[in-house]
């Protein structure tokens, strides 16, 4: 049995993309999920797999899903444990991880390489690794110049951001899925 985190991008932000959790849950528990929690309000959800379709296949299902319960697109990034647990050990960003508020990650639905070059990043710092951006700013992201919609265009692919407080509260999370 494999422990997923599914990622909802822009959900429950304003009020054309809203999805409450209890649906979410729903959702996934229908494609075959079980156990899952969700982490705040925004679009997280854990869960435990062991059905036929791969970590693709189960990401469109999700996204297919979700999408037709709200009627809009919803772009879906999907992370096993481990890659979760492999994300967190690659921080490049050690020292920021205590203030939490500083420290962002945003998960790439696919590699782009090169998708930082040229950016100017002012008093943050961005760095690119594998299917994960991570991005430090000092002065929160209310005072950063990150401008993730603007990213977003460069890279060519979904992406959706998270702050290390969320990353903790999603490994936590499943440690519970699996004890379930």
């Given amino acids: 049995m ?44 854990i869960f435990s797999y062991d059905g036929s379709l791969s970590d693709e296949e189960l990401r469109k299902s999700i996204e297919e899903s979700v999408t037709a319960h709200v009627g809009i697109d919803i772009p879906t ?57 991570y991005l430090f700013a000092p002065n929160k992201l209310s005072g950063s110049t990150y401008d993730g919609k603007t990213l977003g265009k460069r890279l060519g692919t979904h992406h959706t951001s998270r702050n290390w407080n969320t990353i903790l509260n999603l490994r936590d999370a499943c440690v519970k899925v699996r004890q379930t």
């Fill in 77 to 133: 990034v999907v992370r096993t444990e481990a890659e979760l647990l492999d994300v967190i050990a690659r921080n490049p960003y050690p020292d920021a991880a205590a203030d939490t508020k500083t420290l962002h990650v945003d998960f790439l639905l696919t590699e782009t390489p090169d998708a930082l070059d040229g950016i100017d990043q002012g008093a943050d710092a961005l760095t690119q690794s594998g299917r994960e951006i």
């Fill in 2 to 45: 494999t422990i997923y985190i599914a990622l909802l991008q822009g959900v429950n932000i304003g009020k054309n993309k809203r999805i409450a959790m209890t649906d979410f849950k729903r959702i996934v528990t229908e494609l075959g999920g079980t156990n899952p929690i969700t982490i705040a309000n925004s679009g997280n959800i």
